[in-house]
């Protein structure tokens, strides 16, 4: 690999790297933080192009990386900011769609590689789906290198025109506490965290199930509560905490209180590891998932997941959970019932889980691979 470091005042001089994330979810922002520390780590210099309010939460700042306010609108202004941030860049490296549509406009005309990484792939219907096709071939024939953090996304990118589509290697990040840093898989003292959190949220004496992520329509929280009604008549009742925001908590409320259900909303969460530390069993009821980090949380702190086998979730987790067809409340509740039944069969996955997170690459293995790929796009070519 071509030197980076800047030590040498006669040396090569760093690889200048601009990251662009859109506002993005915590996923993908999670993973440009860890990128942007991993990366300045090694003498590459970052500049991470994103929303005030997403150098807030994540403080990329704090990696010692450069952070430029670049609203996630694709007009003219914030194109144009985009634009001079990558002006003097070697390589620009993109994150979600809508930021490397937007990366692609700003490098118009120029030969600065780009690298995009696609998250997720996000679902629309009517009008607004077409658009989103129109983007994502736009964006994969223009990039020198798409990663998809998902066998399906790697196809994806292959069937809309990408020269060179590969799966990308997306360790887990670790997020920042205030007590110092903490693995999101939950160490600590899980004996201490979990009666405390357990207490908290009002599983005392009851098995406790988890979920964890956006109200929104894609999520399958439906299908959830369709699935809670069958677990009513469990003595003791099971109580079911989904840790989460968005457009369709008032309607998700209602339903819980109509149908008197054993579920308990309680909003965006920071504090999801030690949640998961405290629980019987963790849900996803997804319709769509690339590499939940949700369920890769569960997996480290050897919680058995029950999981929707849809998108890149199979092979994430390979035998390590118990997967049930997306949309499908009987399978779901059967499926919960039968784990809350069986110590065993939990145990087996726990020991699973521990296995198949093994396999999975650390974020130094991201880097990485990040680097060599970066290695490939900037390296100077041999004269003919």
Known sequence: MSPVSSNAPHGPRPLRTVQVLGGGNAGSSAHVRSLADGLVARGVRV?????????RTHDFSGTGA??????????????????????????VHAHGLHASFRAVLALGGRTTPLVVTWHDRPHERGPRAQLLRVLERRVAKTAAVVLGTSPDLVDLARRTGARDARLAAVGLPRRRRSGGLLDVVGHGDPDRLRPKARAELGAIGRPLLLAAGPLDRHRGHDVLLDAARAWRDLDPVPLVVVAGEGPLRPALQRRIEDEELPVRLIGRREDVPELLAAADLALLTSGRESRSAFAQEALHARVPLVATRVGGTPDLVGDAAELVPYGDPAALADTVLRLLADPERCELLRERGTRQTATWPTEDQTVAQVLSVYDELTRPRPLP
């Open 47 to 55: 500049t991470v192009c994103a929303p005030a309010e997403a150098d």
């Open 66 to 91: 450069d952070h430029v306010h670049v609203p996630r609108s694709s007009d003219p202004v914030s194109v144009a900011a985009l634009r001079t941030a990558c002006a003097h860049a070697d390589l």
